[in-house]
């Protein structure tokens, strides 16, 4: 039987896949971790963005096998990718996380704190491009994970090339979106702004400043997709 022809096609589907391999895999998806998403939702916060939990652990992954120690990430919404992430920084390692709005900060803050990370995460409130561009590290960051509002994902990528080490590690989420990325009939300036994206790397990487690769995914949050960059 060509296994094609029984392919998921639905979101309920691709949930259940997912949660078949996270079953055998993933157990650090622990009481923690449960807590804190739960307490995000009580607070109001969307539940459809953070990452997924075989997302969470990929970054955590990728930071080990790296020898990450300097991690900024922009988007810290409740702080779920945030904890993932500084499960896997050494002690003497850092995340510096940027969110827009001082509510989400504030559970976020709760939420690191609760599990344990109050020292190695430092919180900076106010719009991620601005941020960014006031930062002035001694040292340059090993890798940055870009996670906020798609339509400024240009302006993220730029600065975060500038606060990279060369040889270091960008990713961005949600660079597929729904499927809606490819199709020029749809607008919308979170869209766009990911389309834009792209064509900047097209020219990053004739210039040889950048090498990336989309993986695409598809699971609980539906069909989307990682980028994978370094900095030449
Ligand atoms: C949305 C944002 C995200 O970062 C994500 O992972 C999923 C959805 C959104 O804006 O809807
Ligand atoms: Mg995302």
Redesign the pocket.
């Known amino acids: 039987m060509d296994p094609r022809a029984n392919a998921p096609s639905s979101i309920v589907e691709w949930t259940e896949a997912e949660k078949y391999q996270n079953s055998f895999l993933i157990h650090e998806q622990d009481d923690t971790l449960e807590l804190i998403l739960e307490n995000s939702i009580n607070h109001g916060l969307?539940s459809?963005?953070p990452?997924s939990a075989g997302e969470g652990k990929f970054l955590n992954l990728l930071i080990k096998c790296l020898g990450v120690k300097r991690v900024l990430e922009v988007?810290t919404l409740g702080g779920y990718s945030a904890i993932w992430m500084a499960r896997a920084i050494p002690e003497d390692g850092k995340l510096v996380t940027l969110e827009l709005s001082e509510t989400y900060a504030q559970v976020a803050k709760e939420n690191i704190a609760q599990a344990g990370f109050g020292d190695k995460c430092q919180i900076i409130i106010g719009p991620a491009d601005e941020t960014m561009t006031s930062l002035r590290p001694d040292i340059p960051f090993d890798m940055v994970f870009i996670?906020a509002d798609?339509k400024s994902y240009p302006k993220y990528f730029r600065e975060a090339k500038r606060l990279v080490k060369k040889g270091g590690v960008i990713i961005v989420?949600?660079v597929i979106r729904y499927g809606n990325v490819h199709d020029k009939s749809v607008n919308d300036e979170?869209t766009v702004g990911i389309r834009k994206l792209l064509a900047d790397l097209k020219e990053d990487s004739r210039k040889g400043e950048i090498e990336a690769t989309t993986i695409p995914t598809v699971g609980e949050?539906g069909f989307?997709g990682f980028l994978y960059a370094i900095k030449k």
Do not use: A
């Open positions: 969307p459809h963005m990452v988007g996670d798609k989420d949600n979170n949050k989307d």
